[in-house]
């Protein structure tokens, strides 16, 4: 788990949080570093010294909605060929999955990219082709640059991109769960910078760290947040120096700014969030398949939608409850037969659990 070096720092560090006597509860906003506490046994260690970490809603596939779900489903079922990250496909809609649609004849691919989700529409132009974007501030650019180089005319996206800050500013105004301070995600922060979180500490007096996704990484984390509190200050602090800058990625946040302008969404466990989401400019509408093929999903627009009986993705996502306090979890909920998204995606709190727990 650590190198000699790291283990005597993160021994130190351990130590030092024991010496705080403290009691606290933080928040991160990705799969990456829930992947990291949980597989190294960090989240159970930092537990006994006082400080617990619960997972909000940094999963993409996790905060999807219902609604976004059966859009794709829609999609195929008209005839479209529709491309999807693998861990998408097998999300349960209310009757079905891309996956499930797959197996029944219909044309849902998995791809690795969506420059794999242009080359199909080039070499089927006979075909529309809708790629599913799903995915925060790290893979949006992705998009936008493939916009930008104006793909086949027979291709288009079901935009589901949204952006991190607006939800952490949804979760600290709820009050739902009280916060001591929030682990920001590295990936989200190689492109946005540290500044778009200023705000959580100046309005909220939120104490943060950008952290790397190292076990020594989140240790450090931690050991920053625990600092700032005991000084009674609330900033934003970047562990993670070596690869995020405080700009950020100065070309890809002017690609998104070219390509998309933000929006009000739901997410899933949440209401809408306002300017939360990210649309296609209305220049570039043509690659908009809500726009596109609104007579085959305005049904799907108009209908209201519910999480599946006994499902707490919601709950977990909002940080209230951990996967074994779900009834499900473990039972009729697992990674070959999910219930939830959490229980799908390989960033959801569930999955991980799920993989950890049963080794």
């Known amino acids: 788990m650590f190198s000699l070096k790291d283990k005597k720092l993160a021994d130190k560090i351990v130590n030092d949080i024991k010496k705080s006597d403290i009691k606290l509860k933080f928040m991160h906003v990705c799969g990456t570093h829930q992947d990291t506490l949980v597989k190294h046994g960090l989240d159970a260690l930092l537990k ?63 791809v690795y990219g969506i420059e794999d989700a242009v080359k199909i529409a080039q070499n089927h132009p006979e075909k529309e082709v809708v790629f599913i974007a799903i995915g925060f501030e790290t893979t949006a650019p992705t998009t936008a640059s493939v916009i930008l180089n104006k793909p086949p005319k027979n291709f288009s996206i079901l935009c589901c991109h949204r952006i991190i800050p607006p939800a952490l500013k949804a979760i600290v105004e709820m009050g739902e769960i009280k916060l001591n301070g929030l682990i920001e995600p590295g990936h989200v ?67 998104l700014n070219d390509i998309f302008e933000p929006c ?52 977990l996502l909002r940080g209230l409850v951990t996967p074994f306090e779900c009834p499900l979890f473990g039972q009729a909920c697992t990674p070959e037969s999910p219930i939830g998204p959490c229980m799908v995606s390989i960033e959801g709190s569930c999955n991980i659990g799920y993989r950890y727990s049963s080794k």
């Open 189 to 255: 922060s190689t492109i946005i910078g540290i500044k778009p979180y200023e705000f959580l500490s100046k309005k909220y007096k939120v104490p943060q760290v950008v952290a790397g996704f190292e076990p020594i990484d989140v240790l450090m984390g931690v050991w920053m947040l625990v600092k700032q509190i005991k000084t009674g200050k609330a900033f934003v602090e970047n562990e993670y120096s070596r690869v995020v800058h405080p700009n950020g990625n100065i070309k890809a946040k002017k690609a």
């Open 264 to 315: 009000d969404i739901t997410w899933r466990g949440f209401s809408v969030i306002e300017k939360s989401g990210l649309r296609l400019k209305s220049k570039f509408e043509e690659y908009d398949a809500r726009k596109r093929f609104n007579d085959d999903l305005v049904e799907i627009h108009l209908k209201e939608f519910h999480e599946p009986e006994g499902c707490m993705c919601g709950e």
């Open 48 to 110: 006994k010294c006082g400080v617990e970490i619960v997972q909000g809603p940094g999963c993409p596939v996790c905060v999807t909605t219902a609604r976004e779900i059966e859009e794709m489903l829609n999609l195929a079922r008209t005839g479209k060929i529709v491309t999807s990250f693998g861990d998408m496909i097998d999300v349960p809609g209310e009757e079905h999955s891309l996956r499930s649609m797959k197996e029944e004849g219909y044309d849902v691919r998995t």
